[in-house]
């Protein structure tokens, strides 16, 4: 792969006759990845690394140490056996059905 600037944020990859855009000030690529994982993607790994960036600066909070530890800080308590469950009649007779479409997958 190779980087081409445009702008100072805006730039070109070349990854095998493929041609990616990535701005690193929206945190975006062309092929997806960026934004939608929240990480530097292997065209936006690329940028920062010509630009010697950290690519931590450009990851979502939630992979980050701070958040990862704040997930455990609430304390999750387990259920009691399901035969000790008070389940409210208007819960148990409810009827749950299927979805009416199907996924991608199921067709």
Known sequence: MYVVPSTEY????NDEGRHYTV???EKKCSCGRFQIDELPCPHAWDVLKSKFLMPEDYCSNYYKPKS???TYEVLVYPLPDRKEWNIPAHVADEVVLPPKWKTKEEA
């Open 23 to 25: 701005c690193l000030l």
């Open 68 to 70: 990862v530890v704040m």
């Open 10 to 13: 805006l730039h070109t990859v």
